[in-house]
């Protein structure tokens, strides 16, 4: 069972959520001491506002909470990162609200990475209603994300390519998959030559890691991420601040990775491979070059404009040799620009796909799993900020557009009908009461999509 989470309601403390646009109603559905306190203490359901209510021994009974407006699938992790630990058990939640968004909600607000604090977290836990396969399916998405957040928030020293490989043979563990890894100079050879470019410079070895699970003769699902443990730019090299949290250009990776671990622990009925390059984009005597000319797996020369643009580089050899195996579907994840954060901010998951049915798909999938996603234009006459005078295409097109260029770019080495990049941040500041750091955005509503895709029966 995941740690926020219990199936054990003796004892636990009584939980009403209400939004604004309904606090006196829902309060009347309470027993009257209850709702006379709550009047008494001006209670209007503002975010985060909280009520306690003590029973006839003065220890709390029943808690009261506000979720503003309810217009945030992810208020309620506000009050769980607020609550002491102990056990919770929901009595009324707003109409209309699905329980999944209460249990991802109260998982997201009771999550705080502390590997490295000497006094460890004790989530509050909440007590899980509904079938077991309900039950399940909450905690399976719990622990994802969880995992995704681990991943994104643990340092670069201790999260290179070789710890990103580490997870990845460890999930295949786990879930009985097979791992197969191509590393160092073996790159070149194997024809990733884009890969092994950009981490050459670095200590540890740049590689490719591909897992496979499911029987041959199931649907063919491809999942792609961008793993660049860190990122200094290259030698167009970033400022200070710029660089600080480049420990997350690796959650492309992560969010593969946790979309793979829903598919396996779901047992949902596909061919799954997840190709993960990861790389650190270091600087030493034998890094890339602003104006080198690289080849590329499909055969493709790019021309190097900003080392900075590093991360569609081993991306494009990723897409290419996920298409050669022709799956149904090919999902790709990556931190890949500031431009995308420009254009949306934090909170929504920008996605490029030039398949009408797979966006709408997305979008309707993203509402009901209250993970927010945004389609974005693969506008093709923008194809001309990628052109090189020596070269096929240029890696980086300038500051206009920045995350269409850079998904026109990837669209280059897809050769599959049905294909969708997410460009992602992977982390967020701190809002209704989660810390700063490590996100998962957009996993949810993808995983979403892949039930509705290919549920049995």
Known sequence: MHPAFSENAQGAIE???????????????????????????????????????????????????GLGEGDSPLA?????????????????????????????????????????????HTPPQLVLSGSQMVRAAQRREAEAVDQVRDLVNTPAGDMGPDAIEAAIRELAETFGA?????????????????????????????????????????????????????????????TGNGMRIMKKDMGGAA??????????????????????????????????????????????????????????????????????????????????????????????????????TLAADILTAARASGDPAWRMPLWRPYLSYLKSPIADIVNSGGCMAGSVTAALFLQKFVDVRHWVHLDVWAWREGKYGRPAGAAACGLRAMWAVLQNRYARG
Request: aromatic share 6%; charged share 25%.
């Open 15 to 65: 939980l009403s959520l209400m939004t604004t646009k309904l606090v006196e109603e829902t309060l009347a559905d309470l027993p009257d001491r209850v709702a006379q306190i709550a009047r008494e203490q001006n209670f209007t359901g503002r975010s985060g506002q909280m009520v306690r209510v003590p029973g006839a021994d003065g220890a709390v009974c029943h808690i009261i909470a």
């Open 255 to 356: 969010h593969a990775i946790g979309l793979a671990r829903l598919v396996m622990d779901a047992g949902l009925p596909v061919n799954l491979k997840l190709y993960v390059p990861t790389v650190e984009n270091a600087i030493s005597g034998n890094a890339f070059r602003p104006g080198d000319v690289i080849m590329s797996r499909k055969g493709l020369s790019v021309e190097i404009d900003n080392t900075d643009a590093e991360g569609r580089l081993i991306l494009g050899d990723a897409l290419t040799r996920a298409s050669e195996d022709d799956p149904e579907l090919l999902i790709d994840f990556a931190t890949l620009t500031g431009a995308a954060r420009v254009a949306v901010g934090p909170d929504l998951a920008p996605f490029y796909t030039d398949d009408e």
């Open 178 to 238: 097979e791992v197969a890894v191509t590393l160092g100079d073996d790159l070149l050879e194997a024809n990733y030559p884009m890969v092994h470019a950009v981490g050459r410079a670095a200590d540890i070895a740049p590689r490719f890691v591909e897992l496979s699970w499911g029987e041959a003769d199931a649907p063919k699902l491809a999942l792609v991420g961008k793993g660049v443990s860190f990122d200094t730019g290259g030698l167009n090299i970033k």
């Open 76 to 120: 309620v992790a506000q009050i769980s990162a607020a609550l002491r630990a102990g056990v919770y058990v929901l009595k009324q939640s707003p109409a209309g609200w699905p329980e999944g968004w209460v249990s991802a909600g109260w998982a997201d607000g009771a999550y705080r990475f502390d590997r490295y604090l000497s006094k460890k």
